[in-house]
């Protein structure tokens, strides 16, 4: 069987997992470096309680013991009284356990299964090096650990670029990570390579320095769009490049905003589908300037850590069918998005129906992949689709979204977005454990809810996105006045190039060069609210409205949390709607409700029971082979933790073997794999000498 997806779960490659989604099962199968037991499980948060698993092991008898187990605490897993798991073959050889199965997406076991979804799954793993006394009594497993998986992905474009395919190698210049600051986002300039003709990004895998890839959580390479790009923007080529969003960044530098790589740790790179790319430069219909922004992390403020990861992007002078594109959805990056502590929160961001009427061609554009960001406290994103009053089928969503495991989703059919379709990103955040409030931000601490849509053809719109409207946020606080009423401070500052002063660029190109001057500086665009100062009503006289939001007696208000998150949800935003370059598109409604639709009703999925017993695939018996006939030498399954009875003979068939691809190296598969490697060393010599004497004698 050619398995669709593969992932080693450990980082010393021993524990190894395949599988394939089908329409109404999975079929898995694992390889264990082991000669002991082996255990895989879906958790609801990555711990072992509330896990649905199963144990397996094969004895020194060559029994197969297979259970279909839950976990309802940190003790051995308890045998399911319904077994919604199926063995469909296993062995073991000198270095592997091996073991394929198979259960429905959803069982009908509601008490103790983990119900499968297309929603990222923690898939928790376990191996000991022994095998148990007996299934009641496991010993505590050598290895163990957890990884974060799309189970219902269809096929994923391998990372393998065409044989004509150019590279480009875009690395950040040797960052200094500051050991007093646990996040840093770095940007620096790079031009594109000298082209003779229109060429087609394709594809692009990251490249981490060895021993930094616990500080380099996402990349984005965006497009930078202006109409003088090389006056403005080839000085800073040869640069270091700066702090992103701070006083060093030049305002030039704000024309980079169409990302065309979004990269983030759990992620391999991507390959588009054949008939799309991405055009490089600006004759083309593409860009010439690219700014790399890449999100340091530095939790433990390690001192001395230089990095110089990037993307290597893939390029062609094969031209494909489409120009393809990113579209940007979500809620604008700002201290707008408010999330209480304590809670468990929603937002909501709206691209409107008079935007994309706006931009949108009459063709519409396909969508072919997306890929969902939020931070630390995000526990759920989706995208809901609106036409015409009607909520279309949903395309993106993950309910149990990880920060740790970021992929783009790859749809099996495109989504198509037409003019006049609105757009709406919900996320969902847990803040229960959080004592203060958080904000939208660049932070790992702080927050974002953004989604990024691969399409083509290729069209002028870059970003969507929208803000709660503050006017109403105050109110909900019971604010009726500030001493500085201007709300000028929360909106979106249109781009021009009019705006670009010659001489603080220069002086930005000065400060990147002098060290002294290029020091990171701790970003938190929730400090705006330091300088909202409340004039009445009389009890938050004089207080910033950082106070209001740090005060404790703030959030002991649960009719005002309520009201707050309905406002948030389901009241007025302000949507913005921009072209490459960030340049806003005109005459669009500056507020906008939340759109009047019907909600799509999603079919129940209904459970599947497995059948009575289970197909199982053996290595075929080589009768020349001693002791072949005793009913041990086969491999039983035994679903209900007792011996297996001698009677229960299966009869041997062809034996299944992985593709090359997907199959461990192994020496041998004899009597299946209960032959040890002396054994086959025997064989290896009686053989030649029995069939010379047969030759002999004749």
């Known amino acids: ?271 588009f589908p054949e008939h799309t790319g991405v055009p490089l430069g600006e004759e083309h219909g593409g860009a010439s300037y690219f700014m790399l922004e890449i999100h340091y992390d530095n939790p433990n403020l390690r001192k001395g850590v230089v990095d110089s990861s990037g993307v290597r992007i893939f390029h062609t002078y094969d031209l494909r069918q489409y120009d393809a594109g990113i579209l940007t959805l979500g809620h604008t990056v700002s201290p707008t998005h408010i999330i209480p502590p304590g809670q468990n929160w929603k937002t909501i961001a709206h691209c409107t129906d008079s935007c994309t009427e706006k931009t949108i061609p009459d063709t519409g554009i396909r969508v072919f992949q997306g890929f969902l960001h939020g931070h630390l406290l995000a526990s759920s994103i989706s995208i809901r689709q609106i036409r015409k009053g009607r909520e279309l089928p949903v395309n993106f969503k993950d309910m149990a979204y990880d920060f740790n495991y970021q992929q783009a989703r790859i749809l099996s059919e495109d989504m198509e977005i037409l003019p006049g379709d609105s757009l709406m990103v919900t996320c969902g955040y847990n803040s229960t454990k959080r004592k203060t409030p958080t904000f939208g931000g660049f932070s790992t601490e702080d927050e974002m809810c953004l989604a990024f849509l691969t399409y083509y053809p290729r069209i002028d719109l870059s970003g969507c996105y929208s803000k709660p409207d503050m006017a109403l946020v105050f109110d909900t606080f019971g604010i009726q006045d500030l001493f500085n009423n201007d709300m000028n401070v929360f909106n979106d500052q249109s781009f021009s190039e009019n705006n670009i002063n010659e001489e603080d660029e220069n002086t930005d190109l000065s400060n990147m060069m002098t060290e002294e001057s290029n020091v990171p500086q701790n970003i938190h665009l929730g400090d ?36 707050l998150q309905d406002r948030i949800m389901f009241g007025q935003h302000e949507p913005s709607c921009e072209n490459h370059g960030r340049v806003m598109i005109e005459g669009l409604p500056k507020k906008a409700k939340y759109p009047d639709f019907i909600s799509i009703q999603p079919l129940k999925e209904r459970c599947t029971k497995p059948s009575p017993d289970a197909d199982i695939y053996l290595p075929e018996i080589q009768t020349s082979f001693p002791s072949t006939t005793s009913t041990k030498e086969y491999i039983k399954h035994n679903r209900d ?14 034996p299944w073997r992985p593709q090359e691809e997907n199959e461990i190296e192994q020496d041998s598969l004899t009597l299946a794999g209960r032959a040890n490697a002396d054994t086959l060393k025997m064989f290896s010599w009686i053989l030649p000498i029995i069939f010379l004497t047969i030759f002999c004698l004749y």
Not at 537 to 552: C, G, R, S, V
Not at 641 to 654: L, N, Q, Y
Request: glycine letters at 4%.
């Open 1 to 271: 069987m050619s398995f669709v997806h593969r992932a080693v779960m450990d980082p010393w490659g021993a524990f190894v997992m395949m599988w394939s989604p089908l329409p109404e099962k999975i079929i898995i199968e694992v390889q264990v470096a082991t000669q002991g037991y082996i255990g895989l499980g879906f958790s609801p948060n990555g711990a072992m309680k509330g896990a649905d698993v199963i144990l397996a092991w094969v004895d020194s008898d060559n029994y197969l013991y297979f259970h279909d187990r839950y976990a309802f605490a940190q003790l051995t897993p308890s045998i399911d009284e319904s077994q919604d798991y199926q063995l469909l073959g296993g062995y073991q050889n000198y270095s592997h356990t091996v073991i394929r199965f198979s259960r429905p997406w959803k069982t009908c076991d509601e008490n103790h299964d983990f119900q499968l979804s297309g929603d990222t799954v923690r898939v928790i793993w376990a191996y000991d090096d022994e095998d148990p006394t007996s299934p009641d009594r496991m010993p505590r497993h050598d290895h163990q650990g957890t990884k974060s998986l799309y189970l219902r992905e269809p096929p994923t474009r391998k990372v393998k670029p065409p044989f004509d395919a150019q590279s480009w190698h875009v690395l950040s210049p040797r960052v200094n990570l500051p050991d007093d600051l646990r996040t840093l986002y770095w940007c620096k300039l790079y031009k594109i390579p000298e082209l003779t003709r229109k060429t087609h990004v394709i594809g692009y895998m990251p490249v981490i320095q060895p021993g930094n890839e616990q500080h380099v959580h996402h990349m984005l390479l965006y497009e930078c769009h202006l109409q003088n790009s090389h006056h403005h923007l080839n000085k800073f080529v040869e640069a270091p490049g700066a702090q992103c969003y701070d006083r060093n960044m030049p305002l030039s530098w704000s024309a980079c905003n169409t990302p065309i790589v979004a990269w983030a740790v759990g992620s391999e790179g991507e390959m």
């Open 641 to 654: 933790g007792m011996s297996p009875s001698p009677t229960a003979k299966p009869t041997p068939t062809i």
């Open 528 to 563: 705006i609210y330091r300088y909202v100062v409340v004039k009445s009503p009389q009890k938050y006289y004089n207080w910033t409205f950082y106070d209001i939001l740090h005060d404790e007696r703030t959030w002991s208000d649960a009719s005002m949390i309520s009201s």
